[in-house]
């Protein structure tokens, strides 16, 4: 995320490919994922540290 903030183009720059025209939107859609997923997998971990601990 902190990447994208500074340079929205550093896909661009690591992988040479220019999927969005410099726009930015496919670096947030990559940040946004990882950070819905990070999300998700840290509720499914707490839900399942819960029900062990219940046992």
Do not use: Q
Not at 15 to 31: C, F, K, T
């Amino acid at each position: 995320m902190i990447v994208t903030l500074v340079s929205r183009d550093w896909l661009e720059a690591l992988l040479r490919i220019n999927p969005d025209a410099g726009s930015g939107a496919v670096e947030w859609v990559i940040v946004l994922s990882l950070a819905v997923s990070a999300g998700l997998l840290a509720w499914a971990a707490r839900r399942e540290w819960r029900s062990a601990a219940s046992i």
